[in-house]
T-cell receptor, first 115, second 115 residues
């Protein structure tokens, strides 16, 4: 079956540091890949996505590239801010159900940015 | 952006009682909604896919008679936890698929505590 593995947290960084959160996946076919962010007390929000190999998703300074050869979708940001503190989830959609499939999530990585 | 609401945001109930959780898409129609369950420091686990006008599709290991799902309209799905037990205590999250934008939008979640 499908699975998503992401680095365990919490990850604690200083403001303006470089961020990488690793994510690897197992899936059949050609999944779409996502990063969601969950701020305290709020629902999950889509941060970025990529739908095919070598696509790069980007938003709010975050980037992730769909690497089929390494089955990875690592999240990066060049200079983090305190406001980036949240839980980040990597997820995939197997695309096998015509848009009617739920997502498979990683366990989430709690990111803490210190001023 | 698209908004999905859940009600209630938290609920406490006694063992043996039933509790209903509502999921609404506020500004778009959703023929497909999803129900997830999240344990502390765990990933979201898909419980079932809710299809408007038809029966829900449950993931393996999810008791359909315990977790009743009704998708009565294009903007409302409900999850009823019947004969609740303490082990049903969890965070329940719904999402709704906007077929026009081809994206899932998540509700803020409902914290259920069974005493």
């Amino acid at each position: 079956g499908n699975s998503v593995t992401q680095m365990e947290g919490p990850v604690t960084l200083s403001e303006e540091a470089f961020l990488t959160i690793n994510c690897t996946y197992t899936a059949t076919g050609y999944p779409s890949l996502f990063w969601y962010v969950q701020y305290p007390g709020e629902g999950l929000q889509l941060l970025l996505k990529a739908t095919k190999a070598d696509d790069k998703g980007s938003n709010k300074g975050f980037e992730a590239t769909y690497r089929k050869e390494t089955t990875s979708f690592h999240l990066e940001k060049g200079s983090v801010q305190v406001s980036d503190s949240a839980v980040y989830f990597c997820a995939l959609d197997s695309n096998s159900g015509g848009g009617a499939d739920g997502l498979t999530f990683g366990k989430g990585t709690h990111l803490i940015i210190q001023p | 952006g698209a908004v999905v609401s859940q009600h209630p945001s938290w609920v406490i109930c006694k063992s043996g009682t039933s509790v209903k959780i509502e999921c609404r898409s506020l500004d778009f129609q959703a023929t497909t909604m999803f129900w997830y369950r999240q344990f502390p420091k765990q990933s979201l686990m898909l419980m079932a896919t809710s299809n408007e006008g038809s029966k829900a599709t449950y993931e393996q290991g999810v008791e359909k008679d315990k977790f009743l799902i009704n998708h009565a309209s294009l903007t409302l799905s409900t999850l009823t936890v019947t004969s609740a037990h303490p082990e049903d205590s969890s965070f329940y999250i719904c999402s709704a698929r906007d077929s026009v934008r081809d994206e899932q939008y998540f509700g803020p979640g409902t914290r259920l505590t069974v005493t």
